[in-house]
């Protein structure tokens, strides 16, 4: 979903069949391609954490795509990946040419959010 809505991808490549070069260029300086996965790779996305108020329990759930952005969007990108967001999860190009999936099955989006992470980095002297 990141590479279709943002044109980006990580140093594995994946998604690299849904970048459109025009959105790339869009989101090249914006989005950050080296976050280090659990796998050592760089990538500009990973699933999330999202606290579902519907669920009875309040055990979060992964069911969310974050995408890395070295400064915040412009208003003109977040429209462009709400619209490509909303597209992705209606047409499903993941799932085409994929012998095991007899029908498509559309996502359901429920809304987007703009989550700053702070690190606080903190270094100690040791004397030998």
């Known amino acids: 979903m990141c590479a279709y809505c ?3 991808i990580g140093q594995c490549g994946v998604g690299s069949e849904f970048i ?5 260029s869009i989101f090249e300086d914006f989005v950050d391609c080296y976050v280090m996965d659990d796998d050592g790779c ?3 996305a990973s699933i999330w954490s999202t606290d579902d108020p519907e669920r ?3 055990k979060p759930t992964y069911n969310s ?3 890395f952005f070295c400064q915040r969007p412009t208003p003109k990108q977040i429209d462009i990946m709400k ?3 909303k597209e992705f999860a209606e047409n499903r190009p993941d799932e085409e040419g994929k012998s095991w ?8 989006i429920k809304g987007f959010h703009l989550v700053s992470q702070h ?3 903190v270094s100690t002297t040791l004397l030998f």
């Open 6 to 8: 943002t044109g980006q």
């Open 101 to 108: 999936v007899e029908k498509k099955h559309p996502m359901e």
């Open 56 to 58: 009875k329990e309040r």
């Open 83 to 85: 619209t490509r967001a």
């Open 65 to 67: 795509v974050a995408i």
């Open 42 to 44: 760089g990538r500009p």
């Open 119 to 121: 690190v606080r980095t």
């Open 20 to 24: 459109d070069e025009k959105i790339a």
